[in-house]
């Protein structure tokens, strides 16, 4: 049986600063929508999370 966390968001990425309020995530704010898909692609590459869009201009790396 495992014990301990095993889902969270990694990551937020997005090019509108009003769209997220801080938080304990770390929060990427990206040039324009194709830096916005690069950064999320790497940070996801690099730590193993899965990229989820959420259609507001927002993706969210999560740990499945």
Do not use: C, Q
């Not at 968001?9 to 898909?37: G, L």
């Amino acid at each position: 049986m495992d014990f301990g966390i095993t889902e969270f968001i990694i990551a937020v990425v997005t090019t509108n600063r009003d769209v997220v309020s801080s938080s304990i995530t770390p929060v990427f704010y990206a040039n324009d929508d194709e830096h916005k898909e690069r950064l999320a692609l790497l940070i996801a590459k690099t730590t193993r999370g899965m990229v989820h869009d959420l259609e507001s201009g927002i993706y969210v790396i999560v740990k499945h």
